[in-house]
């Protein structure tokens, strides 16, 4: 027993010398403290945790189901507003029934998605993941919005834009910008497309 006290002693005075001869474990690699490096491994650092309000689910999934009829209004308002200035005299009456009330429609919506999709972001803004792609979302809709409002705006009066070439053709540009800007909005919040 006294030998094996003195052979452990013999392997700790000696483990710290790196000349040392004697087999064993080296106790520098199990050192902690000032002066001694830490074991090279590699961390991941952890995501912050973020817990959104139940407002938020509901304001989203308003947001997307008001979404999904952006598209199919979008081609019923071109198709209507086609029909009226290629066909101003013989257009069909349905395309003057309803070009207005799908334009209110879409105004409606985008009312809608601006609220909802605002506060939402604004709910996430400190949330650094994917948040400049949500932004970059949120001005295109903007743009949109305000060019939306231009759109109607240039509509003025029914009777003045049925004689005025140039207003219609600059209503039309304005709508179908409009349109094309907030497509690409859009889409990029898609699945395959969406960086967040």
Same mark, same amino acid.
């Not at 087999?23 to 074991?39: F, S």
């Not at 207005?100 to 105004?107: N, P, Q, R």
């Not at 219609?168 to 690409?184: D, E, F, I, P």
């Given at each position: 027993? $006294?030998? @094996?006290?003195?052979?452990?002693?013999? $392997?700790?005075?000696?483990?710290?010398?790196?000349?040392?001869?004697?087999?064993?474990?080296?106790?520098?690699?199990?050192?902690? @403290?000032?002066?001694?490096?830490?074991?090279?491994?590699?961390?991941? !650092?952890?995501?912050?945790?973020?817990?959104? *309000?139940?407002?938020?689910?509901?304001?989203? %999934?308003?947001? %997307?189901?008001? *979404?999904?009829?952006?598209?199919?209004?979008?081609?019923?308002?071109? =198709?209507? @507003?086609? %029909?009226?200035?290629?066909d101003r005299a013989n257009a069909p009456q349905?395309?003057?029934?309803?070009?207005?009330?799908?334009?209110? =429609?879409?105004?409606?919506? #985008?009312?809608?998605?601006?609220?909802?999709?605002?506060?939402?972001?604004?709910?996430?803004?400190?949330?650094?993941?994917?948040?400049?792609?949500?932004?970059?979302?949120?001005?295109?809709?903007?743009?949109?919005?305000?060019?939306? !409002?231009?759109?109607?705006?240039?509509? @003025?009066?029914?009777?003045?834009?049925?004689?005025?070439? &140039?207003?219609?053709?600059?209503?039309?540009?304005?709508?179908?910008? *409009?349109?094309?800007?907030?497509?690409?909005?859009?889409?990029?919040?898609?699945?395959? #497309?969406?960086? &967040?």
């Amino acid at each position: 027993m $006294v030998a @094996g006290a003195f052979l452990a002693l013999l $392997v700790a005075a000696g483990a710290g010398d790196p000349d040392s001869t004697i087999a064993g474990p080296r106790i520098d690699a199990l050192r902690v @403290g000032a002066g001694v490096e830490a074991p090279d491994t590699t961390t991941r !650092v952890r995501k912050k945790a973020f817990q959104l *309000s139940e407002a938020y689910g509901t304001r989203l %999934k308003i947001h %997307k189901y008001a *979404s999904y009829a952006t598209l199919p209004l979008f081609v019923a308002e071109f =198709i209507a @507003g086609d %029909k009226l200035l290629n066909d101003r005299a013989n257009a069909p009456q349905w395309a003057v029934d309803y070009h207005g009330t799908i334009a209110g =429609i879409i105004g409606g919506l #985008f009312a809608v998605n601006t609220v909802t999709g605002g506060l939402n972001w604004w709910e996430t803004r400190s949330q650094t993941e994917g948040r400049a792609w949500r932004t970059t979302h949120s001005v295109l809709m903007l743009l949109a919005d305000a060019g939306f !409002v231009a759109t109607g705006m240039l509509a @003025g009066d029914s009777e003045q834009i049925q004689n005025n070439g &140039d207003q219609r053709k600059q209503h039309r540009a304005v709508a179908v910008g *409009s349109m094309s800007v907030a497509t690409l909005s859009y889409v990029m919040m898609l699945k395959p #497309f969406r960086r &967040d």
